[in-house]
């Protein structure tokens, strides 16, 4: 695949959880429960020092800057739903981020943070894969944490809250004004808290006049400057920037975009039309998968990863419609597994996490595959994902297990699963587990003239060597990174993996089209056609999250959409309710 095939000088998978699988600090909820991934001394696999690295290491995607998301208003003080200033970053659970009460900048699991250098003047932050592999469990005020389960995050709620909040910023002059006064409690080398006088004002934007004299105070020359700099241009280069369908408008949205990261992103703040150029540049960053058309959304948990990355290597015209999301998979069963990805797509464990950093806003030039991922960081990231064990059920939390139920469970799991789930993954053909067979399907689709597989293996693998190069990394680290040879393919089938831990990686299926293993076991006709995502609470007696909640849902999952099929995998559907419990059981212990 040559550059002319990109398109854009930038490469961009936006935020989108490709290969899926971030003044103000998140109010930490109650602490964990016992049982699993929560211990100090490795339960879980992981001891306190490695966890934190693996919720907060960074990627090479850590492009937008701690002190815009911190100075930026979230949707409810826009809409005067809270008392007070409230951030972006406050109360992440909205988008299923969980809190990482330990994390002294008091962000959320899964988002990293680059400090200020000389080489980099502002403290960054990007999403890593702890935002979708870590999940947390609720019963009867009790919340159960699991290092590797599937988390609940919405990319979709994540993307179109920035998007709205940085437009309305920009378009309401108070509001912009409001944002650059916080900011400048927030920016490098400014003390945080406290009033924003003339003082500090000036030393946010020394490059502007904002001493008071007997004319004008500091907040009027401020308002000055903004009416002049947003007057100053038309279209004004205060109003929020525009992406349409059209290739002139792309090609200018993605140079504004290219400007943004090599040259916002490389200079300090000096002047107020710095800050809101600086705005704007997260906005368009935001705003790139705008051009993509969603037939089916994801919700909470789930990406339509590959369909995403179609639409930006190729353009929206190759990936069409996107109908194919797919739940985020529990990362302890990769360990002993040949293939990854639920369709067992690829054996490349260094090349997928290189596409899931970009997809999670790392840049790529396609003219010479220079990246801004960082391959040693991806490498300790697959070490410590390697080192998460499989999480025990936690009795004294969800109820003690019956040892009689387990021995009846074990027979009947020996009779009905064993030969798919056995220690070793294989793929069923979509012929045999007959369900919703859009993902599996879509991968193996052309691209300009190639499968879909080789055009990626080609772009990943000629990233993957640039990166290396650039790190100085030595054959010795190199070699026990990627397997002899490597494969991507489309089976058309999905892989029946293993089952330890199977209790806390709800809801079910491929597409999470089902939400408890007891549903699972009846006929596709009896299981839920609609029911609730998003929400954490857990039915220990059906295994899964609960389907009745109080008050609006996160999000509805339908499985008449496109790709939310529930039908297939009927096995197990014959036993009687008893026997079926027994099997539960057994399913508890793995």
């Keep these: 695949m040559d550059g002319k095939k990109v398109r854009g000088v930038l490469v961009w998978l936006v935020l989108a959880g490709v290969m899926g699988s971030c003044a103000s600090a998140p109010r930490a909820p109650p602490s964990p429960g016992p049982g699993t991934g929560t211990g100090g001394s490795g339960e879980g696999g992981l001891s306190r020092r490695e966890r934190q690295e693996f919720y907060h290491l960074p990627q090479g995607n850590e492009l937008l800057w701690l002190a815009v998301l911190r100075a930026l208003p979230n949707r409810g003080t826009l809409e005067g739903r809270v008392n007070g200033f409230q951030s972006f970053l406050d109360e992440p659970e909205r988008f299923g981020l969980l809190a990482d009460p330990d994390n002294p900048e008091g962000l959320p699991v899964g988002m990293a943070l680059v400090p200020a250098s000389e080489r980099q003047p502002a403290a960054r932050v990007g999403v890593n894969c ?20 599937p988390g609940l995050l919405s990319m979709e709620d994540f993307n179109r809250e920035a998007v709205e909040v940085m437009s309305r910023t920009l378009a309401e002059r108070t509001r912009l004004l409001d944002f650059l006064q916080r900011l400048a409690l927030h920016l490098p080398g400014q003390k945080r808290g406290g009033p924003v006088d003339a003082a500090r004002l000036q030393a946010a934007y020394p490059d502007t006049d904002l001493t008071p004299d007997g004319d004008s105070s500091a907040q009027e020359k401020l308002v000055a400057q903004v009416e002049w700099y947003c007057g100053s241009q ?80 190729f353009g929206p015209r190759a990936a069409g419609v996107l109908v194919s999301p797919v739940s985020f998979p529990c990362l302890w069963e990769f360990q002993t597994q040949p293939w990854l990805h639920w369709d067992g797509n690829t054996n490349a ?242």
């Excluded at 702890?130 to 389960?149: P, T």
């Excluded at 609960?546 to 959409?561: N, Y």
């Design 234 to 313: 038309t279209p004004s280069p205060c109003a929020p920037p525009t992406l349409g369908p059209e290739p002139e408008r792309v090609r200018e949205f993605d140079e504004q975009l290219t400007q943004y990261v090599h040259e916002l992103s490389q200079k300090q703040v000096r002047t107020v039309p710095d800050a809101i150029r600086l705005l704007r540049g997260h906005l368009l960053y935001f705003m790139r998968l705008g051009k993509l058309k969603f037939g089916t959304y994801a919700g909470p948990g789930r990406v339509d990863a590959f369909g995403v990355a179609r639409g930006v290597l």
């Design 130 to 149: 702890a935002a979708c592999h870590v999940g947390e469990f609720h019963y009867r005020g009790a919340r159960v944490r699991v290092d590797g389960a």
């Design 349 to 590: 464990m260094m090349e997928r996490n290189i596409g899931q950093a970009l997809g999670m806003g790392a840049t790529v030039d396609p003219k010479t595959f220079a990246s801004s991922v960082l391959p040693r960081n991806l490498a300790e990231l697959e070490r410590l994902s390697r080192k998460i064990e499989s999480p025990r059920w936690p009795g004294d939390v969800f109820g003690r297990l019956d040892p009689a139920r387990i021995e009846r469970g074990g027979q009947l799991f020996a009779r009905e699963c064993q030969s798919c789930h056995g220690p070793t993954g294989s793929v069923v053909p979509l012929t045999e587990v007959r369900t919703d067979g859009n993902r599996a399907r879509s991968f193996g689709a052309e691209v300009e003239g190639l499968p879909f597989p080789s055009a990626l293996q080609d772009l990943l693998a000629r990233v993957k060597q640039r990166a290396y190069a650039r790190e100085g990394m030595k054959a010795e680290e190199i070699q026990p990174l990627d397997p002899g040879l490597i494969y991507w393919r489309a089976p058309e089938g999905y892989v029946a993996r293993p089952l330890g831990g199977v209790w806390a990686t709800p809801p079910y299926l491929h597409n999470g089209s089902v939400p408890t293993l007891w549903h699972l076991l009846q006929p596709a006709s009896a299981r839920p056609a609609r029911f609730p995502v998003g929400q954490q609470e857990y039915d220990p007696e059906r295994v899964g999250y609960v389907t009745e909640v109080s008050g609006t849902p996160r999000f509805v999952f339908d499985v008449s959409m496109p790709g939310n099929g529930n039908a297939g995998h009927e096995y197990g559907t014959s036993l009687s309710d008893e026997e079926k419990r027994d099997l539960l059981e057994y399913l508890k212990s793995l």
